[in-house]
Each structure stands twice: as C-alpha cells, then as structure tokens.
C-alpha cells in the first residue's frame, strides 16, 4: 500500500472531524490545526497534499511558496480573499470555494438583521432595557412601513438573489445593483436592475451588501457612498467587512444619517482591542451603542450548511486526490 495523503485543515474546527475523515479516512490522514493566525501554521502545512481554510486566518505567498506538494486549497466557505489565488495559480494549485452550502442562511440573516432594524426591534429592545424612554412605540419612533419601500441590494450572486426573494414576500420594491450580471435577471426574478451605485442608493430605505471583496469592492460603502442614502435609512453587511469603512459607518451613526446598521462582519477578525467600532457598539454614550447590530461573523451558520460546507470541501479534496475534475475553482 503507497504512502497515504495528508490533509490539513488549518482553521475554525475544534472536534473530532467525522465529516472529514468519513469521506477521506480511506486514503488520507486529516489534521486539524486550529490555527487563528498565520504564523501558527508555518512548518505545519508545507507536505500536506491539500488544505482546507475557514476564515481565521490567511494563506499568503510565503505560505504558498513552502508547498512541496499540494494539489488544491479549499476555502469552507464562499468568500476566498484570505487566500492568494493569484499566486497560488502561479504555482499550479488550484483554490476551490464551497459557494452553495449557506446561502439562505446568509440572506435569512441579513433579512433579519433588516427587520429587526426598519421595524425599530432592536432599538427598542435595546433602550427599554437600559431604562431609556417610556414604555411605548415612541422609544423606536419613527418607523415606516416597508411595504412599496425600496430595499437596495448589492450584489445579485446566489445569496443576494435569495435576499431579493425575501424582500419580495414583504412587498417591498425591491432593487439591484450589480455591473457583472448579465441582463434580464431583472425580468426573471420580477425585481428592478439600476445602473449605478449612486442610484441604488439614493433610492433605498435599506441596503444590504452581497459582493464579494476585491479591489474594486474595498471600502465601496465609505462617507461619500453612505452620504447618498437617504437619512434614516439601513445598512447591513453580511458580505465582507473590507466592504465598508468602519469609521465611516461610526460617523452616519453618529449624525443620525443611518438610523441603523447590522453587521456580521469585521475587516480584523476576530476584531482587535482598539477596534473603533467595536468599542463605540460597547459604549453607552455613543449612538452605536444602541443602533448597531454586531454579530462574529455567524450568518453562514447553522447546524446543517456547516455540515454541508464540510462536506463539500472534503469532498471536493477527494476529487484533487484522486485526480479527479474539482468543482468551483476560483483561480
């Protein structure tokens, strides 16, 4: 019998990998490594014939340049800019995404993190148990009815598709942005396609971010952009953090320009001691405090899609072993 595979799994699980090694155990041996950062997994990951990444940590060139051997790096998850894909390509090994396994839980999310925003929910939940204002509707005045309201969509992917569905079923107007789809999409899906971000957001009571990061998407919600929502109106970004900027998010908070933000995820996570907006959600005195939904970056979750991320990751590791043709290859 030949010399057994060896695949790593570097971050996030802290169990005993059955779906893992249920799919694998016949021809490889898994490690995982539990890393959050880098620098844990040097000299650990450099014969490993395939690696699967969550989203703790980063694979960058020195990394990558150590490989003797890898035949594909799996990112468990739908968003892969903490892996240099582009030098991994350079090298021969191919980066696989999972993109299917959380889409609904993801738009479920964003969907209630809308919700609990535009209805005055957590406001609401937020001051009375703090003891400010009167018992009434008063404390999360004003609210509109959302029915017939535009809800902006950036973004029209497999989970911004599936935001789009949802707001449908409340009756709102529901509009898209998104430069790389193709047309009638809009037609399809009975929702409306605009041709700028500018106008998406100028139009939209509630804006919710599903683009993957890039360059291009870096910062793509900063004081400029947010400045075009109409006052009073709601973001959330359960896409990436490096999609907004903090400190401007912290600043149309402050002014009252966004009457409320939801956000699942942070550009540094999990999120440093000096993270500004971490501190002002944590602080009684700045409006974030009770405006701010902050959650760790757990939209994807839920008992079932990890399941089915792991499984799809460990199976398409299957297919890189066995020489097989792999699925979702982003590079």
Known sequence: MGERFQVVVTDLLDDDLLPEREILSDIADVTALQAVGEAEIAGRVEHADAIILYHLITITRPTIEKLQRC?????????????????????????????DYGSEEVADSAMGMMLSLARGIHVANSRLRDTEGEWTFSVSAPLYRLRGRVLGIVGLGRIGTAMAMRGKSLGMDVRFYDPYKPDGYDKALG??????????????????????????????????????????????????????????????????????AGVDVLEDEPPLPDNQLVQCWRNPEHPAYHRLILNPHLAWYCEDGKLDMRRKSSENVRRALLGKPLRNVVN
Do not use: K
């Open 191 to 260: 929702i409306r396609r605009v041709e700028s971000l500018e106008e998406l957001l100028s139009q939209s009571l509630a804006v919710s971010l599903h683009c993957p990061r890039t360059s291009e998407t870096h910062h793509l919600m900063n004081a400029e952009t947010i400045a075009l929502m109409p006052r009073g109106s709601f973001l959330v970004n359960t896409a990436r953090g490096g999609v907004v900027d903090a400190n401007a998010l912290l600043g149309a908070l402050a002014n009252g320009h966004l009457a409320g």
């Open 71 to 99: 035949r594909l790096i799996v990112r468990g998850g739908v968003g892969y800019d903490n892996v240099d894909w582009a030098f991994a390509r350079t090298r021969g090994i191919p980066v696989a995404n999972v993109p």
